[in-house]
């Protein structure tokens, strides 16, 4: 995206207005993931209730092994729940360094004039947004691009994977 359209410093009304919108984005994506991880959860526990036992066959594990994807997907289950949690409560604050919560922009200094736009949050990173027209991806602080960003300001130069990047904006 070119920078004018990430361009809202100064404006904190329509920083917030984007901060409430890629944070409602989020929340929905991670809420429609939930759903989908239940109905396959109760796919599996009720293919593995369904399948013989060690009894009826010996050479057929099936039943142990939907057991175990099962218990995956619960597991997942509580991680997206506690993220979504997590997300819900999360303030809308404008930001002056890289931390938790910040949107913010880089761009490759001599490269093309293309942005990447973050979004740092602590939980449910890795989902690709759409707000406006503006492409934001989540990541978490463990994200190597965050841990490179992280407690960055504006205007602050950093190499990341051989590439000299520059912080464009945050809020």
Same mark, same amino acid.
């Given at each position: 995206?070119?920078?004018?359209?990430?361009?809202?410093?100064? =404006?904190?009304?329509?920083?917030?207005?984007?901060?409430?919108?890629?944070?409602?984005?989020?929340?929905?994506?991670?809420?429609?993931?939930?759903?989908?991880?239940?109905?396959?959860? +109760?796919?599996?526990? !009720?293919?593995?209730? =369904?399948? @013989?036992?060690?009894?009826?066959?010996?050479?057929?594990?099936?039943?142990?092994?939907?057991?175990?994807?099962?218990?995956?997907? +619960?597991?997942? *289950?509580?991680?997206?729940?506690?993220?979504?949690?997590?997300?819900?409560?999360? @303030?809308?604050?404008?930001?002056?360094?890289?931390? @938790?919560?910040?949107?913010?922009?880089?761009?490759?200094?001599?490269?093309?004039?293309?942005?990447?736009?973050?979004?740092?949050? @602590?939980?449910?990173?890795? !989902?690709?947004? =759409?707000?406006?027209?503006?492409?934001?991806?989540?990541?978490?602080?463990?994200?190597?691009?965050?841990?490179?960003?992280?407690?960055? %300001?504006?205007?602050?130069?950093?190499?990341?994977?051989?590439?000299?990047? *520059?912080?464009? %904006?945050?809020?």
């Amino acid at each position: 995206m070119p920078s004018e359209s990430f361009n809202l410093q100064g =404006d904190q009304e329509s920083s917030m207005s984007l901060k409430k919108q890629v944070l409602q984005q989020l929340v929905e994506r991670l809420e429609t993931n939930l759903k989908m991880l239940i109905t396959s959860r +109760d796919d599996k526990r !009720e293919m593995a209730r =369904d399948a @013989p036992s060690a009894n009826q066959s010996h050479s057929d594990t099936s039943k142990s092994q939907l057991s175990i994807i099962q218990l995956g997907l +619960d597991s997942k *289950k509580i991680e997206v729940e506690k993220a979504i949690s997590l997300l819900k409560q999360m @303030p809308i604050n404008i930001y002056s360094k890289i931390t @938790p919560g910040a949107i913010f922009a880089i761009s490759e200094i001599g490269g093309n004039s293309e942005e990447d736009n973050y979004f740092l949050v @602590p939980v449910g990173g890795g !989902e690709e947004l =759409d707000i406006n027209n503006l492409n934001i991806v989540s990541i978490t602080p463990q994200a190597p691009i965050a841990r490179a960003c992280l407690q960055k %300001n504006k205007g602050d130069i950093f190499v990341f994977q051989g590439r000299k990047l *520059k912080i464009t %904006n945050i809020f």
